[in-house]
């Protein structure tokens, strides 16, 4: 079976790299032709355009920055996909695209399975990624193989469901962020060690992920450029339309994008996204260095 990969940006590429080390026959495609060496250096051939990995492939996956990305490489990519292909979507997408798209294939025999990921590139290099799934029984079926590749299902029902989880799982992430920035530089003002502090949380009703993943990223003070403030920011975009559309006030939510907002017009929009914490280290004239072997995720050895 030949994959075809459309997207080897920070997740897509060591998804793909995963893909193709478990012995797949692969065909990747980026618009950034460096990111296809390292695929390419691993025995997957390089398509000279969406609708050629597309043409060529009985798996389609994307991996895309967001929506209108999405949508357009699936204008060229959709109608190039063979009769019995499969599409899977791993982008944090709108559900409104996904499901158009899928429409507009199903006509020509092409079935879908929306699958967003999460679990940061380090999750993304050894296999341990969390996925979103929503599509019917016989399309999920086919893309459980590949998906025991890169980590754990959430099966979220029918086409459609994947994406708003995805979105909820997202909200409460980037509301962590912020407010864990908050909690450390509130602790250690107070007179607390930090390194106290963090393990506070850590052993309390504070715990999280975002605390325990994403601390180091402040600590060590890179504040994690695999993910920037601009996908952040499409991201709670993203979820605030969804719950305009649902009448759901997310007042938290609308904070946090306030919040990631300031830090964009602070840092720019390619900035980290726990530059969301540097603001408030800059306002109160300090800082969350903390000493210790904190690993960049991306350079987190692969599984």
Same mark, same amino acid.
């Given at each position: ?7 080897? &940006? ?35 051939? %390089? ?12 798996? *389609? ?23 019995? !292909? *499969?599409?899977? @979507? ?15 294939? !199903? ?5 879908? +399975?929306?699958?967003? +990921? ?14 979103? %799934?929503?599509? @019917? @029984?016989?399309?999920?079926?086919? !893309? ?8 754990? +299902? ?11 989880? /995805? ?27 930090? &390194?106290? %502090? ?16 994403? !601390? ?17 920011? /499409? ?6 339309? *969804? ?32 530059? %969301? ?15 210790? @072997? ?5 350079? +987190?050895?692969?599984?």
């Amino acid at each position: 079976m030949t994959i075809g990969f459309i997207g080897l &940006g920070t997740m897509g590429g060591a998804m793909a790299l995963r893909l193709r080390r478990a012995g797949y026959p692969l065909l990747v495609c980026d618009r950034d032709a460096a990111k296809t060496e390292p695929l390419r250096a691993a025995g997957a051939r %390089v398509a000279a355009s969406p609708a050629d990995c597309a043409a060529g492939a009985e798996v *389609l996956i994307t991996s895309l920055p967001g929506p209108p990305q999405c949508e357009a490489v699936m204008a060229t990519a959709g109608p190039a996909l063979q009769p019995g !292909a *499969l599409w899977i @979507d791993t982008t944090t997408n709108r559900r409104a695209l996904v499901l158009s798209v899928a429409g507009e294939l !199903a006509k020509r025999g092409v079935a879908t +399975v929306e699958a967003p +990921v999460t679990g940061a590139v380090d999750g993304a290099r050894q296999g341990r990624l969390t996925l979103f %799934v929503g599509g @019917d @029984d016989k399309a999920v079926a086919r !893309a459980e193989p590949l998906f025991a590749h890169l980590g754990r +299902v959430i099966r979220c029902g029918a086409l459609g469901g994947g994406n708003p989880v /995805k979105l909820v799982t997202n909200l409460l992430w980037f509301v962590h962020a912020a407010v864990l920035g908050e909690g450390l530089l509130l602790g250690k003002l107070a007179g607390v060690e930090l &390194g106290t %502090v963090w393990q506070a949380i850590k052993d309390s009703v504070g715990d999280s992920f975002v605390a325990r993943h994403d !601390a180091p990223s402040i600590f060590a003070g890179h504040y994690d450029p695999s993910f920037s403030l601009d996908l952040c920011l /499409k991201d709670l975009g993203l979820t605030l339309e *969804l719950a305009g559309e649902l009448g759901l006030p997310l007042p938290l939510g609308q904070a946090a994008e306030a919040r990631y907002a300031a830090a964009k017009a602070q840092y720019g929009g390619g900035a980290g996204e726990l530059h %969301v914490a540097r603001l408030l280290e800059d306002a109160a004239g300090s800082d969350l260095r903390l000493a210790g @072997d904190w690993t960049p995720h991306w350079e +987190v050895p692969a599984a």
